[in-house]
């Protein structure tokens, strides 16, 4: 069965530097979202892409962050420059229809701010 | 806003008794409700929907869920635990704003099956 997989598991960083997690949804899937946990707790929604573009983003997903879709394939978050409370689990989800399709998620990466 | 509860942080069973995993929900109109189940250093992996029909929804590994629109509620069920079910378990629900689609997470329950 198709995956959608992510890349690095683990990423430590000290703070101030920049991150960029990867991720490679399923190949026909249009929908792209980035969602963090913090310390195994509620999953919270970060932003959405669709057609090149953001669809949506939340009060999370400020300056610092950006994603982009560069090569048809990979869809990256950038974290400009990392704050300690950055630290979460980061999870890529892709899905085909939207709506009442599933999101297919990633394993996640796990993202250490030092 | 659009949401959905989770009442219980832990729920714990003894295998091969029946389980129960609560989730309440609030959204206008219809409501398109998931259960997805998160094992230790993964994803979330889907289990099941309810998207319209038949109250009862049956999903993978044998988890069933109810929906009840009088309660609002959305209970994901098994009639026999196993150990193996022991994971962290997420409801949430579709959000949709214009031409975006977002699924909302409750804030999990970690269910624990002892043997």
């Known amino acids: 069965e198709p995956e959608v997989t992510q890349t690095p598991s683990h990423q430590v960083t000290q703070m101030g530097q920049e991150v960029i997690l990867r991720c490679v949804p399923i190949?026909?899937?249009?929908?792209f979202y980035w969602y963090r946990q913090i310390l195994g707790q509620k999953v919270e929604f970060l932003v959405s892409?669709?057609?090149?573009?953001?669809?949506?983003k939340s009060e999370i997903f400020d300056d610092q962050f950006s994603v982009e879709r560069p090569d048809g394939s990979n869809f990256t978050l950038k974290i400009r420059s990392t704050k300690l409370e950055d630290s979460a689990m980061y999870f890529c989800?892709?899905?085909?229809?939207?709506?009442?399709?599933?999101?297919?998620f990633g394993n996640g990466t796990r993202l250490t701010v030092t | 806003a659009q949401s959905v509860a989770q009442p219980e942080d832990q729920v714990n069973v003894a295998e091969g008794n029946p389980l129960t995993v609560k989730c309440t929900y609030s959204?206008?109109?219809?409501?398109?409700l998931f259960w997805y189940v998160q094992y230790p250093n993964r994803g979330l992996q889907f289990l099941l929907k309810?998207?319209?029909?038949?109250?009862l929804v049956k999903g993978s590994y044998g988890f069933e869920a109810e929906f009840n629109k009088s309660q609002t509620s959305f209970h994901l069920k098994k009639p026999s635990a196993l150990v193996s079910d022991s994971a962290l378990y997420f409801c949430?629900?579709?959000?949709?704003?214009?031409?975006?689609?977002?699924?909302?997470f409750g804030t999990g329950t970690r269910l624990q099956v002892f043997p």
């Open positions: 989800a892709s899905t085909d229809l939207g709506g009442n399709s599933p999101l297919h």
């Open positions: 190949s026909n899937h249009l929908y």
């Open positions: 892409f669709y057609n090149n573009e953001i669809s949506e």
């Open positions: 959204v206008s109109g219809n409501p398109y």
């Open positions: 309810y998207i319209t029909g038949d109250n």
């Open positions: 949430a629900v579709r959000v949709s704003l214009g031409n975006t689609d977002k699924l909302i």
